[in-house]
């Protein structure tokens, strides 16, 4: 037991690693600036239901009706009509630059075709490149055509058959009933900090030493592999605290993101995959030669986890075999966790599978990394 | 007879198809100050690496303070200083911070107190907080020898611990060696030195990986069994063309010049002998017998030993 664990001797390796951590100033700024860096563009500058969009209306003539719908659209949101009156052709060519999003066609005949009872046609060009930005404002025409039109129209009578015969949609947004990107992205995010500085930082701690010659010393010293590893992951946990400070400070602060879970289970939740981070990143490190090597692997592992876990795109709507890939990564899971947490208030029972799964990796990490550790040069 | 404190046989150690380290046998006993001698790329590092744990060899056995290499690696590591070619400390770690962790990761009692007594003899009690970054090369050495004597090992390992440090220095550090035998404790170093070699108790040279002499220093001389006549004259211009002409002489194995003074060394006394006289005396140039030195020694070995890699 001695042999393989003693305090003292890890009570010195932390210490070591502790006072490097200080002085390493690239480090230091990474731990601090990375999250802010990150938030600031996930959470203000990227937004996955944009609004204000700029639309064009081409129409003929402007009647009560015309008048009706672009203010109806407006009070959407989601549209902003910066040019009015325009033709077909403008219409195109503003389309075609990029200058507006939507192009809104009122035909000659609307008019007259509502007040025969005809079905009017309403033609909305979206410049769907991005469909993630055009599908939130296309999502809400249909309703808002019909309701702008039926006030118009007057007569409670005439409108409530009218929407009998209709077929109702109704679209609950739960949790998030506003669609607000930021309250998913922002606890998402607390991840994707976690996840990039963690491994990245863990990743380089066995191949600093070999690179700067200082290994040789430290093997021929008698810590056991052990007693490296905790030295090297362990001081990471304060950096994570300072993270999750930042973060969820921010989230409240600059993001209003309600959390309505409880604190001590999001906290055990971090606590452990963190504890999954980092053991990830000193297995990368063991598998290392140079830091360029462990930097490598770490980023092998980071864009899936960005891509596959939920956090760029819906879970549900990946194909089974990216589902299944998406499994296989910590972030997955914690992101589960953090979002049911924070947003919908779940419970020890509810997350109980998704931190089991986070002990499973800490585990798997673990043995991985300390069987990997290389205890001679060769 | 107690057991050596180095006991190591055949070892080997392949890199690719490169022997690096070709069936190496040693012993070093107890007390003892051990040479370990060989120019740069011969193996040192790499034996003095498997020998405390640091490498696994392809082939041999060994037994270091008694305890077995491949199985009580961790045991041996705790009674033995090792100390690094390259300085392996923490370059961004002050001295004292440095001392500490090693005093730490041995289990050293009382630390803080062992700690203050090393710097204080070491001399860089008011240096402490200086980065060991910032040492200079000599003093780097010096703390060195000092985080890897703190836990009192049984055996030291010096890896060229010398190389780049002014002679002042150098002498002072082997002081320290002796001193540190004097204690008890056993020293294998290694150095490409050839001064330094007198100054152990036994050497053993390394060459391409083989072990090619070991003894005490007369015995390797002796063992060489080379004959030396120093060839002495007044104008280096003559003396080149003397040298040229022993070169081509039958018995000659070396010329080397030492100011106006030639060291003529080779295996074959009497032939060597004889063509000395015909071309010192055709020159008109004195010429005696002489000791062979054990850097004579040294390149005739080396010669050797490259002759039977070819
Ligand atoms: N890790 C390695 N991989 C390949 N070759 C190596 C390695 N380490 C040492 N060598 C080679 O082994 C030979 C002996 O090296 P070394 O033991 O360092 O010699 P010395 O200490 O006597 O200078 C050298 O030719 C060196 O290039
Ligand atoms: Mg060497």
Redesign the interface.
Known sequence: MN?VF?L??L???L??EF??MR??RVTFAMMLGVPLMLLVLFGFAINTNPKHLPAALVTAHQGPYERAIVAALEATGYYHFTHVGISATEGDALLARGDVSFVVTIPADFDRRVDRGDHPTLLIEADATDPSASSGAVSTLGTVAQEALQHEEGTEAQAAAQKASQVEVVTHLRYNPEGVTQYNIVPGLLGVILQMTMVMMTSMALTRETE??????L??????PLEIMLGKVLPFFAVGAVQLTVILVAAKVLFQVPFVGSLWLLLSGVLIFVMALVLLGYTISTLSRTQMQAMQLTFFFFLPSILLSGFMFPFQGMPLWAQDLGEALPLTHFLRLVRAVMLKGAGFTDVRPTLAALIAFVVIFAVLALTRFR???? | MTEPAIDVRGLVKRYGDKTVVDDVTITVEKGEIAGFLGPNGSGKTTTIRIMCGLLKPDAGTGRVLGMDLARDALKIKREVGYMTQRFSFYEDLSIAENLDFVAGLYRIAPRRKVVDRTLEELGLASRRNQLAGRLSGGWKQRLALAACTMHQPRLLLLDEPTAGVDPKARREFWDEIHRLAGQGITVLVSTHYMDEAERCHRINYISYGKLIAKGTVAEVVAGAGLTTFLVNGDHGGQMLRVAQDLRAAPGVDQVAPFGTTLHVVGRDGAALEASVRKIAEGAGVRWAPAETSLEDTFIQLMGASRDNMA
């Open positions: 042999a003693s003292t001797r009570r010195a390796m210490a070591k006072i490097q002085r390493d700067r010659g200082t290994m040789e010393n093997l021929a010293m008698p810590a056991s205890r001679t040069l060769d």
